[in-house]
């Protein structure tokens, strides 16, 4: 595939990947099947199943998302679906929605529903246990709470499937502008170290050890958990995991995030494990998410022999703005050979707030000698961390194990 402009663009790469236009299956021929079948079966489980919001203010809070990422496709798209126009106004949700059960969503819930959505959209690694505590003050339930981090989760990974595939193809995907009004990021720091709710210590700083995860909202006891919630997971974790427990709360979603994190990272062909796990890492620095980045970075020195690389990307330091955002990503590749180097900046740039993947990035990889089923394989599993990284980020926090586990 050539880096000529194509006969489709951004918008027709999205309406291909939701809706399988035959027209426009070209623009999809590097993506793996699988990952093409579960993305569609995320989106279906999301707006086209019965959730307990109505599908109004699910297209109107994706659509505050691609506003707040830059995405001129999914903003149209959502508002196209029937968002209500009260959410993505600039000014605060004036009026109240109904509920699928008939229940009323008033206008304070809605407001501190979309406040959250901006937080989550520009930064997440600033969420934190009072952000949770806040939703349900304003009576937003567990499963609620769930429902928004994946629905900010899924279309931050869907933004960068199409923004990776559109930089394949040479194109540029049309921005969208962020809205006027000042979010909850602002002038606000990450929290690292300290400790946990639990009285555990949180990390100060990146690392391969392997770290605890602790959720801050109500999670489903095991044995609480409904046949439809134990199958959402039974592909990833067993029922002792409290984060898939969690994440069961959301289960058509769950299962085909599941489905899709097995077909991104455990084929044996297309781009090396270690080069996936990479990207992985580097979207989880870039999101600042010391948990994700400390499972990847372990799995990719595991694959690739070479910690001492992977170890050099985990200390990169990245100066932040006071909306937590690094402009400048190039400490993170400062020290990597030229392969590494150019799958970390490729991974990086599309993982930016409002990601900018450049076509010497595309260059870069092709000029090494990737084919565009391995370039897509290292774009869809920095993709799928933007997804990742957020649900991490804003439903809990990371602890140093305990004493005893650390000794074992």
């Known amino acids: ?21 035959p027209e426009d299956r070209e623009a999809l021929t590097a993506l793996r099947p699988e990952v093409l079948a579960h993305t569609r079966e995320a989106y279906d489980a999301l707006y086209r199943s019965e959730q307990p919001l109505p599908a109004s203010a699910l297209h109107a809070l994706a659509a505050v998302t691609a506003d707040w990422q830059g995405s001129g496709p999914l903003a149209q798209w959502h508002r196209a679906q029937g968002a209500d126009a009260q959410l993505t106004a600039a000014d605060p949700v004036a009026t109240d929605l109904r509920g699928p059960s008939g229940a009323t969503l008033d206008a304070a ?18 969420t934190t246990r009072a952000d949770q505590e806040r939703l349900l003050d304003a009576g937003v339930s567990s499963p609620i709470a769930v429902l928004i981090s994946q629905l900010v989760s899924f279309e931050s990974y869907l933004q960068r499937l199409v ?43 990146f690392t391969r050890e392997q770290l605890q995860w602790e959720p801050w909202v109500a999670v489903p006891a095991e044995d609480e958990l409904t046949e439809l919630q134990r199958d959402s997971f039974a592909s990833k974790a067993s029922t002792n995991s409290v984060y898939f427990r969690m994440l069961s709360q959301t289960p058509g979603i769950t ?16 781009a090396p494990k270690a080069e996936r796990e990479l990207a992985a890492a580097v979207t989880s620095k870039v999101n600042d998410c010391i948990y994700c980045a400390s499972v990847h970075a372990r799995k990719s020195a595991g694959f690739s022999k070479r910690p001492e690389d992977v170890d050099a990307l985990l200390a990169a330091a990245l100066e932040r703005d006071a909306d937590w955002i690094s402009a400048e990503l190039a400490p993170l590749s400062a020290v990597q050979d030229e392969r590494w180097s150019a799958v970390v900046t490729a991974a990086a740039e599309l993982s930016r707030p409002r990601p900018l993947l450049t076509a010497e990035a595309i260059h870069a990889l092709r000029r090494l000698e990737l084919t565009e089923p391995q370039i897509a394989d290292v774009l869809t599993a920095a993709a799928f961390f933007a997804w990742a990284n957020r649900l991490m980020l804003s439903l809990g926090e990371p602890s140093l194990p305990d004493a005893e586990q650390a000794a074992a």
């Open 1 to 21: 595939m050539s880096d000529a402009i194509s006969s489709f663009d951004a918008h027709q790469i999205l309406a291909a990947i939701l809706t399988d236009a």
């Open 109 to 126: 819930t809605l407001n501190a529903l979309r406040d959250h959505v901006d937080l989550l959209s520009i930064s997440p690694a600033l």
């Open 163 to 205: 923004a990776g595939l559109a930089a394949l193809h040479g194109l540029e995907v049309p921005s969208a502008d962020a809205p006027v009004r000042l979010a909850r990021t602002h002038g606000r720091a990450a929290e690292h170290g300290g400790t946990t709710v639990t009285g555990r210590t949180r990390p100060s700083a």
């Open 255 to 270: 299962k085909a995030r599941s489905a899709l994190d097995n077909a991104i990272f455990l084929p044996r062909d297309g």
